[in-house]
């Protein structure tokens, strides 16, 4: 027997590294009328890096960066890997944290040799300003509530980037818009290099679920931490980035692009509008 169409496109998806989880889904891929990107991870590599340690006065910059590890270690976030491998590739010791508690869309805090150590989304602060001037996100380390510094993060865009947000707007009638949970200086430079001109900055994972059901056209969402897992939920198709992506957004998602090419999202959009063609 041939194999029905939809079948056959998600054999054909699989060979292009993307993962489809039921014929419905391979179906309402070729629905979609919107695509909602989240920026870290999604369209940047998701591999940052620590570029700057800016300690508060009085504080030691290897201090704050083993502090900052010591509380981020258990966390699964893209820049929390950043600040560990930092401190690892600069020889400190990561101190032992308790009490790990994990805020997704703000960081985490944790209890380290008694003090509560915090390393959050600065909203706006003023020590970050000048990193986010820089296209940095910055991150505040806080003990017991007192910032002791500030770190400056960056990370790569993707090669295929604009490429894949181009073909992604030719597919749909809507614009592509940009979630975040980063900074509106950050996010305006991501965006204006893929070329996406509806950017959404500092959202918390509710305020991308409100973002995605805005309007009433089938979106897309596509994105990688756990802070996008309700968006990922609420859409008509949630596609999630394989290898930047964390447990539960794999599982939530709908699709998973396991070969982490974002190129690959319009291929199986366009694989899906065919075999619907041929259904119909
Ligand atoms: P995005 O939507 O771009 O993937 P997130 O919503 O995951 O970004 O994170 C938004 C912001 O929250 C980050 O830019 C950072 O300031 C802060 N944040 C989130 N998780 C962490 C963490 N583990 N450590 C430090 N800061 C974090
Ligand atoms: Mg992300």
Redesign the pocket.
């Known amino acids: 027997a041939t194999m029905p169409p939809l079948l056959s496109a998600i054999a054909n998806a699989g060979r292009h590294g993307v993962l489809v989880k039921s014929a419905v889904v391979m179906e309402r891929l070729g629905q979609v009328e919107r695509v909602a990107l989240?920026?870290?991870?999604?369209l940047t590599e998701g591999a940052p890096r620590v570029v700057r340690v800016d300690p508060a006065a009085g504080r030691d910059a290897d201090e704050v960066l083993a502090l900052a590890a010591g509380a981020?270690h258990l966390?699964e976030?893209?820049?929390?890997r950043a600040?560990v491998a930092a401190a690892h590739g600069k020889g400190l010791a990561i101190p032992a944290a308790e009490d790990f508690r994990?805020?997704?869309?703000?960081?985490?805090s944790a209890t380290v040799d008694g003090r509560k150590v915090a390393?959050?989304?600065?909203r706006g602060a003023e020590a970050a300003a000048e990193l986010e001037d820089a296209g940095h996100?910055?991150?505040i380390v806080t003990v017991d509530d007192a910032v002791v510094g500030t770190l400056g993060i960056a990370d790569r865009l993707r090669p295929d980037a604009a490429g894949a947000v181009a073909a992604l707007r030719d597919l749909t009638s809507a614009e592509p818009v940009l979630?975040?949970?980063?900074?509106e200086r950050?996010?305006a430079q991501v965006a204006g290099e893929v070329g996406i001109s509806d950017v959404r900055a500092g959202?918390?994972?509710a305020d991308?679920v409100a973002a995605v059901r805005e309007s009433a056209q089938p979106t897309m969402v596509i994105?990688?931490?756990?802070?996008?897992a309700p968006a990922l939920a609420a859409a008509h198709c949630g596609v999630a980035m394989g290898r930047a992506g964390s447990d539960l957004t794999l599982q939530t998602a709908d699709v998973v692009v396991v070969r982490d090419e974002l190129a690959a999202v319009p291929k199986v959009v366009d694989l899906s509008r065919r075999a619907r063609r041929l259904v119909q």
């Open positions: 989240d920026k870290t991870g999604t981020e966390s976030h893209p820049l929390a600040i994990a805020t997704p869309g703000h960081g985490v390393v959050t989304s600065p996100t910055a991150v979630l975040t949970g980063d900074n950050t996010a959202l918390l994972p991308k994105g990688d931490g756990v802070n996008d």
